[in-house]
């Protein structure tokens, strides 16, 4: 593992372990949004429901959305559309990459694991969560490897040039360590860390189905049956499916889209 992955870990799992320790979270207050509000500016309308800006594509956003989701945390859904962000994305967000949530109380989270993080402390009826210390620090761990290294080959290779085949396999073939990995794993048990899924399998779940859709009849022929069983599963349920809803790129004048919808997530924690 590289030490910047080392690092992300650790951040991660003190984020975690403080999640657990104090049975809340707290994200950063955004300066910037503090500091327009307070001169007058305002540009947040206070809502009853935190604001999501989001893509549907973005593996990122997805893992943001599974959380929200299962956690049965409804917001309003604003669909970016990546080439022609909304100015009011661009103005509670510096970097203005999705996913972002603007709580009801002007916090804005920034990173998609922490959004996760954040819904999860509101509601985790899946227990995607684990209270084991030792286990903590071996998910962080995971989910750092699959956001550091494994992302940076992933996009060598998905984006790689119809010239640059050569560079495009050697990526793919970095990708394959960590997916032999996973492999590895659910060849012990059904999801990565045990009989149920953890917030780690919809943390990484975007990313392996991200790489798999590169060339997909080839992902099939590959060696790695236990990861492919696992993806299959994940993607045909229904919780997949509903983060998967199409919607036109949001604009100011547009009605709120809540997002699931109050009906969905009580049809869904019913069943």
């Not at 599974?66 to 309003?76: D, E, F, K, P, Q």
């Not at 509101?122 to 995971?142: C, E, F, I, R, Y």
Request: some cysteine.
């Amino acid at each position: 593992m590289l030490v910047a992955e080392s690092d992300h870990a650790s951040a991660l799992a003190c984020r975690y372990q403080l999640l657990l320790t104090m049975g809340l979270y707290k994200p950063c207050k955004n300066a910037m949004l503090k500091g327009l509000i307070q001169a007058g500016n305002v540009i947040l309308t206070m809502v009853e429901h935190p604001i999501l800006y989001s893509f549907r594509r973005c593996p990122y956003a997805m893992r943001a959305r599974l959380a929200l989701s299962v956690a049965g945390v409804t917001v309003r859904l604003r669909e970016v559309a990546l080439k022609h962000k909304p100015a009011a994305l661009l103005q509670v967000s510096a970097k203005a990459t999705v996913p972002v949530l603007v709580l009801a109380d002007v916090e804005v989270i920034h990173e998609s694991l922490d959004i996760l993080l954040w819904a999860l402390a509101q509601n985790d009826p899946a227990g995607w969560l684990s209270t084991d210390g030792q286990q903590v620090a071996l998910m962080a761990a995971l989910v750092a490897e699959n956001d550091q290294a494994f992302k940076g080959h992933l996009d060598r290779y998905k984006y790689a040039g119809r010239d640059a085949i050569e560079e495009a396999h050697a990526a793919r073939d970095q990708c394959e360590v960590f997916l032999f990995q996973l492999d590895e794993r659910l060849r012990r048990a059904a999801y990565l860390f045990g009989e149920r899924p953890s917030y780690v399998d919809m943390a990484i779940l975007p990313f392996v189905r991200q790489f798999a859709h590169v060339d997909l009849a080839w992902f099939r022929t590959r060696p790695y049956n236990a990861l492919i069983l696992w993806l299959d599963g994940l993607l045909a349920g229904d919780l997949f499916a509903g983060i998967m809803t199409k919607y036109p790129p949001w604009q100011p004048q547009d009605p709120d889209t809540l997002w699931p919808s109050p009906l969905e997530t009580d049809r869904r924690q019913a069943s």
